[in-house]
């Protein structure tokens, strides 16, 4: 359904810094950049999803949207919490520290950043399990 989503930057070179190890994490690589927009995603599939952070086309300041979040799908509980870690490292802000999310559904644990720029983002598992049985 989705074929790529961009962010808007006001500092390519802080994104690309917070991005790429982010995007590591989860299997993804930096597929393009030039002075305008980079890219991650899988470079052997052209026709697979994409983010993009780039400065905004029409020339204006860049800035956040209001009630938009990009999520990226993550397979386990940890890799999540690392997500997390790489992201407040990197200067990130803290939206919601991960944790389950029973509200949402069993087994969706998710955590919520913002990227320096203040782009919304989350890290989601929609099947994770506690790391501990519960008693």
Known sequence: MIGYTMVGTTDLKRAEHFYDPLMALIG??????DEQVSSWGRKDDGKAPRFFACH???GGTASVGNGAMT????ESAGLIDRLFEV?????????GK???RPHYGEGFYA??????DGNKLAFVCYDARPSKPEA
Not at 71 to 74: E, G, I, Y
Not at 111 to 116: E, F, I, L, Q, S
């Open 87 to 95: 992201a407040m490292e990197r200067g990130g802000r803290e939206e």
């Open 56 to 58: 905004p086309f029409d």
């Open 98 to 100: 991960p944790g389950f």
């Open 111 to 116: 955590a919520y950043v913002r990227d320096p």
């Open 71 to 74: 999520a990226f799908l993550a």
């Open 28 to 33: 993804q690589e930096r597929c393009y950049c």
